[in-house]
Nanobody
């Protein structure tokens, strides 16, 4: 059974930082691309960042480029999202996702497994 468990969310002031983690089990983590998505109230779930199976290729939404950094530790079956210079508009539930292939993809439909999400709230 595949499980993706996010952690690290919380309440932070604008300009602050958070580091999200996603621990994966029940799958061959090291051969899969991983992604982070987010969903704000009343909005569709949107792409934030993704990383290829080796970690060599990463991608970001324009809205977070230069502020967020995705990384992975295949020995720990964990993917991270370091979020700096947070803004109120970053407030959302953040979801970790895994796909069958190893290539980086930014389409939500390409991901097969999803975590339950972790709330990030940025106050102004």
């Amino acid at each position: 059974q595949v499980q993706l468990v996010e952690s690290g969310g919380g309440l932070v002031q604008a300009g602050g930082s958070l580091r999200l983690s996603c621990a994966a089990s029940g799958l061959t983590f090291s051969s899969r691309a991983m992604g982070w998505f987010r969903q704000a109230p009343g909005k569709e779930r949107e792409f934030v960042s993704a990383i290829s199976w080796t970690g060599a290729i990463t991608g970001y939404a324009d809205s977070v480029k230069g502020r967020f950094t995705i990384s992975r530790d295949n020995a720990k079956n964990t993917v991270y999202l370091q979020m700096n210079s947070l803004k109120p508009e970053d407030t959302a539930v953040y979801y970790c996702a895994a796909r069958e292939g190893g290539a980086y993809v930014n389409r939500r439909s390409a991901y097969d497994y999803w975590g339950q999400g972790t709330q990030v709230t940025v106050s102004s």
